[in-house]
């Protein structure tokens, strides 16, 4: 039997019709201040080279004991605050995204993320995943907040794996983001299919921000590996933990084979983004 998607998903209405209209909702004071300061201790206490990069995501490193601790401390903040804000959604799992301030010497993009769509973990075809991203310190345009297309988790339903490109590189010089100044401890909760970005940290600190997937509860995460030259994916059903230990772009090992999809994306143009 098919499962059902939770609706609504966010238990706020004001913020279940940003969701829905937008694509993403801003939380205000999604944690208290005794929660940004045991995670920014946590951050510290968890040090790894890639968070020395000038943008450096903790479930990129490859000391897989280092991610697991990384997502457990996260975990213990973030998870008794999900039933709050969500329905129906469990925690899946979190890492922490720093951004290093850029020195005057570095290139002009050092630490900037492009405008891009999160992959797939879950079949979109039938629930809806949340991003959740937390910044542990006042985020704006200067030291690299989210920049987000509002609307745009409508643009491309098609799946997307690790390692493909993100196919509309073509129309960056149309994109006109917006960016999303945060206070630390509140929370922006979105489509992984929402096109968002940063900009380089030009400010004078660390900027770190705590990110975590959410998922349906009757939901089990997915991985889809790319065949990029048979344009499809073959599709593995994971563990919630999986992608904490996930070599990204290899195929998976150890974990069920459920089947292969087409790889596929909606065309798009510059005049159908926003003004």
């Not at 209405?13 to 205000?28: F, M, P, S």
């Not at 990069?53 to 601790?69: E, H, M, N, V, Y």
């Not at 073509?170 to 960016?179: A, V």
Request: glycine share 6%.
């Amino acid at each position: 039997m098919q499962a059902i998607q939770p609706i609504p998903r966010l238990r706020d209405a004001r913020l279940e019709a940003g969701l829905e209209r937008d694509g993403y909702a801003v939380i205000d004071e999604f944690l208290d201040a005794s929660g940004v300061a045991a995670l920014a201790q946590a951050c510290r206490r968890l040090d790894d080279p890639i968070h020395r990069q000038p943008f450096g995501a903790s479930i990129t490193s490859s000391d897989l004991a280092f991610r697991a601790a990384v997502n457990r401390a996260i975990a213990d903040v973030f998870e008794p605050r999900i039933d709050a804000i969500a329905n129906g959604y469990r925690f899946c799992f979190a890492n922490f995204l720093v951004k290093m301030p850029k020195p005057a010497s570095a290139a002009p993009a050092a630490g900037e993320v492009p405008i891009h769509q999160d992959i797939s973990m879950i079949d979109e075809s039938r629930f809806d995943a949340l991003a959740l991203w937390c910044p542990l310190v006042d985020t704006d345009a200067t030291n690299g907040c989210l920049a987000v297309i509002p609307g745009s988790h409508r643009f491309n339903d098609g799946p997307r794996g690790p390692g493909i490109p993100f196919p509309y590189r073509n129309l960056d010089p149309y994109f006109r983001p917006r960016d999303l100044p945060m206070k630390a401890g509140s929370a922006i909760v979105y489509s992984p299919k929402l096109f968002h970005g940063s900009r380089p940290n030009r400010g004078r600190v660390v900027r770190v921000a705590a990110g975590a997937l959410l998922a349906p509860r009757a939901a089990p995460l997915r991985c889809y590996f790319p065949d990029e030259a048979r344009k499809r994916m073959e599709v593995f059903e994971v563990d919630d933990l999986f992608y904490t230990r996930y070599a990204y772009r290899s195929r998976p090992e150890g974990v069920p084979s459920v089947g292969v999809v087409d790889y596929w994306y909606a065309p798009l143009t510059a005049d159908r983004l926003p003004r």
